[in-house]
């Protein structure tokens, strides 16, 4: 397994990796998918923004990314970022999404982040134990901010101190 920076050559399988979860599932509550000029646009703001976006490849394919962004708009928010992790089903529990996390969190704590935090729908109780198992502490639940699939679901804000 190699984790790396993602490139504009990623898009395409990013997009397929990210389409599913937006389309099938109510992990994210967006339900636009992407293009594959929607993630080149997305690596590139990243990119302009001192933020990173990192890619599993395991045999030579792309299984999963990771990236991260300022969590809300301000120079106050300055040091608290918030992440996406996706992974290709077949390779979860192969320490992929760990991989990638560690890659987040550190590119995040070497750009001057203090916090992360993660923004999981109450549909993924499996997020919730990922992030858990990582040190992410819950911090708050806001009830019934999220709509898919014609019903209301909770978000749960976990949050790890990247820097003492």
Request: aromatic share 8%; proline share 4%; no cysteine.
């Amino acid at each position: 397994m190699t984790i790396r920076p993602a490139t504009e050559a990623d898009a395409a399988r990013i997009a397929a990796l990210w389409n599913p979860v937006i389309r099938d599932t109510d992990i994210t509550f967006n339900p636009v998918e992407k293009s594959d000029a929607d993630v080149v646009a997305i690596l590139s703001q990243r990119a302009a923004d001192g933020h990173g976006f990192f890619v599993a490849e395991d045999g030579g394919a792309v299984e999963g990314f990771a990236t991260y962004f300022q969590f809300r708009g301000g120079r106050g928010y300055a040091r608290t970022m918030e992440h996406t992790v996706i992974l290709d089903p077949a390779v979860r529990g192969r320490g992929l999404g760990r991989a990638l996390m560690e890659a987040v969190e550190d590119h995040a704590r070497q750009g001057g982040a203090h916090s992360i935090f993660a923004g999981v729908s109450s549909g993924n109780p499996a997020g919730i134990a990922f992030h858990a198992a990582l040190g992410y502490r819950e911090v708050a639940v806001l009830p019934e901010v999220g709509w898919k699939f014609g019903r209301l679901l909770d978000l749960h804000l976990m949050q790890k101190i990247l820097t003492q």
